[in-house]
């Protein structure tokens, strides 16, 4: 009998050193995803343009980057952030709408922050693509356009 109850004994002090959170948990970010050829085919004329396929899938992957970086800067711990970082967490923070809470969305200034890309009325346009493709959803208020990703 006594074997076994050290045994036991061993067990419990496993399943206690077991029971501990993981150091780091890795939250998903959700991106777009690409514009496929049948999709980009099933865009009316009026709204491609001379726009070509891989023009707006390369904006797409932009995009993904911007959500990217905005979103590893919200899940980082305040402490360990550097006072800019923070400047820009804090403006994420005041961005976040009861209409946004909870998704993934960008604004142009984080699309100006994390990339390089140009908002001319080209990329307005991709973006009207984007919006038909169901890539992207647009929401508006308090003076902003947020580009949710559904």
Do not use: W
Not at 18 to 26: L, R
Not at 35 to 58: C, H, M
Not at 112 to 126: M, N, Q, S, V, W
Request: net charge positive.
């Amino acid at each position: 009998v006594v074997p076994t109850v050290k045994h036991e004994k061993q067990t419990k002090v496993v399943e206690q050193k077991c029971a501990k959170k993981p150091a780091t948990e890795t939250k998903l970010i959700k991106q777009a995803a690409l514009i496929t050829t049948e999709e980009f085919e099933s865009v009316p004329t009026y709204l491609k343009g001379r726009l070509r396929y891989d023009q707006i899938n390369a904006v797409v992957q932009e995009i993904n980057k911007a959500v990217m970086g905005k979103y590893k800067i919200l899940n980082q711990p305040l402490k360990s952030m550097s006072v800019p970082v923070r400047n820009l967490y804090h403006r994420f923070m005041e961005e976040e709408t009861k209409d946004t809470k909870g998704g993934f969305f960008i604004v142009e200034a984080d699309i100006k922050e994390f990339t390089e890309l140009k908002l001319d009325k080209r990329f307005h346009t991709i973006l009207s693509i984007l919006r038909h493709c169901r890539r992207v959803r647009e929401v508006r208020g308090s003076g902003l356009v947020r580009y949710i990703i559904p």
